[in-house]
């Protein structure tokens, strides 16, 4: 089985292609290039680079968020588009799920922690965070302002995701020897999300492209704004 995958949760980015559970090809984006503008070429380059057609494709795979809002509606809508028009499954995989599996691997880490801390920019001096024992969630996806977060952390915690690097004096000075840091804090996701759809795939799970349902956590501001209108 063939699963294209891609990731749109921050401006980076990923896309990836993987043959099974085995990832074949993965490409980080370009964070200066729109996402926009760059995704057609990005996902035509993962399949030129591994000898694929897209028609060869038998399953898709999307981050459902947290992320950029701009960035999840075009990867979703890029991805819908494609499952669409070949008639293929297309699986959604929340960003936090994906680092929460790859801070399981023993490489992420340097010493074996009880609980995963996912960090992932939300901008405005907050994160989205959720809390995992081992691929467990343990807390829910939340937004929150770090040292608030932090006040509730207990133990020996690892930290992963791309707000990690920015807080990394705040989690030292708040945890001290306890806090670890995944390596690297902010790795791509798209061949893990490719790993996990396949997985899904194999346990007889195989949804409709309009069945995705994106991970927002924090409203996005335009709804915001047209609920504060409303009240006036």
Avoid at 27 to 35: L, N, T, V
Avoid at 177 to 205: F, H, S
């Amino acid at each position: 089985m063939l699963v294209l995958a891609l990731d749109t949760t921050n401006r980076q980015g990923s896309c990836a292609l993987a043959e099974n559970s085995e990832v074949r090809l993965e490409w980080a984006g370009d964070a200066e290039q729109p996402q926009a503008t760059r995704l057609p070429g990005d996902l035509r380059r993962v399949l030129e680079q591994s000898g694929h057609a897209l028609a060869d494709i038998d399953l898709f795979a999307v981050a459902t968020g947290p992320g950029s809002f701009t960035g999840l509606r075009v990867g979703i809508a890029t991805m819908q588009g494609l499952a669409f028009a070949l008639n293929k499954p297309l699986i959604g995989v929340s960003a936090f799920d994906a680092l929460a599996r790859l801070a399981a691997d023993p490489a992420a880490s340097t010493g074996a922690v009880a609980r995963t801390a996912v960090w992932i920019d939300a901008w405005r001096g907050e994160v989205y965070a959720a809390l995992y024992e081992g691929q467990r969630l343990i807390e829910p996806p939340t937004v929150e302002r770090p040292e608030v977060i932090l006040k509730r952390l207990t133990g020996h915690v690892l930290f992963i995701g791309d707000a990690v690097d920015a807080q990394r004096s705040l989690i030292r000075t708040a945890c001290g020897d306890a806090a670890r840091l995944a390596q690297p804090t902010a790795p791509l996701l798209a061949g893990t999300m490719a790993r996990m759809a396949y997985e899904v795939a194999q346990d007889g799970v195989h949804p409709s492209p309009d069945a995705i349902a994106p991970l927002y956590v924090r409203r996005p501001d335009a709804e915001i704004a047209r609920d504060a209108r409303a009240t006036h």
